[in-house]
């Protein structure tokens, strides 16, 4: 079993390049399910039901989110109807749509779970090991596959090492910038933070100046993505079908080809 997880897509730039590159990175890596971080695919923060099915259409099995989930008023309304599109379990407010699900892809089960960490989340409301232990009790599954969308990397090797042995695949998202700390440990594939799809020459994919005003001139601002080339961030990770542990995880980085 072959799993392709893309890192947070930032705005129409970042939505370009997955467009681009999904079916070209499926055939390459024989992907048999996709993931796709979309929680700052609409115009930097949150989702719409539009991009959610652009999603979809483009082959993404599962979308998942983080703290900025609800940015987007209007998706309060059809989170149902997006039957795969997760919100963190723990972000306020937690009875709204759904923050785990169970695919059968090749004869095995797979849960995808979405969760936050607890530093510098304003919004999240419990802790993720209560949330974790929770699903963890509720599920059955072959293979678990976690987002923990965090800021603090201490945080997410913690909840790695501490669910190791119970799940398959935790990987970290939110900060944008893609790790080189990726393991197998115990059949649990890990990686801290597997980076953004989104403008390349950018903050974090925000527009430079926009930042520059905001943090050193405190003029307010909105959440501008920048423009220009992209750069797409990934990992895969393989599975085994005997055992449904994790064999490897690889990381993937496309960027512009004007930048060696």
Do not use: W
Request: aromatic share 8%.
């Amino acid at each position: 079993m072959k799993i392709l997880f893309l890192g947070d897509v930032v705005g129409k730039v970042g939505r370009d390049i997955v467009n681009t590159k999904l079916s070209f990175l499926k055939e390459k890596y024989s992907v048999d399910f996709t993931i796709v971080n979309g929680e700052n695919s609409a115009h930097g923060k949150g989702i719409t039901t539009k991009i959610y099915k652009s999603f979809k259409n483009m082959g993404v099995d599962i979308i998942t989110l983080g703290n900025h989930a609800f940015s987007k008023r209007e998706i309060l309304d059809s989170l149902y109807d997006c039957t795969d599109l997760l919100r963190p379990v723990n972000l306020d407010p937690m009875n709204i749509g759904r923050s785990y699900t169970i695919k059968e892809i090749k004869r095995k089960k797979i849960a995808v779970i979405n969760i936050c960490g607890l530093a510098f989340m304003d919004n999240t409301v419990e802790n993720p090991y209560q949330s974790m232990e929770r699903i963890l009790s509720r599920i059955s599954a072959d293979i678990i596959f976690v987002d923990f969308h965090g800021e603090a990397t201490a945080e997410k090797v913690t909840f790695f090492e501490y669910f190791k042995d119970r799940i398959t695949v935790v990987v970290g998202t939110h900060t944008h910038v893609q790790t080189a700390d990726e393991r197998v440990k115990n059949g649990c594939a890990f990686i801290s933070d597997v980076g953004m799809c989104g403008a390349f020459d950018s903050i974090l994919g925000r527009d430079i100046e926009e930042v520059f005003n905001l943090q050193i001139k405190k003029i307010p601002s909105k959440f501008k993505p920048a423009e220009g080339s992209a750069i797409l961030c990934g990992v895969l990770i393989e599975i085994d079908d005997i055992t449904n542990r994790a064999l490897k995880i690889k990381r993937i980085q496309i960027r512009p080809e004007d930048v060696e």
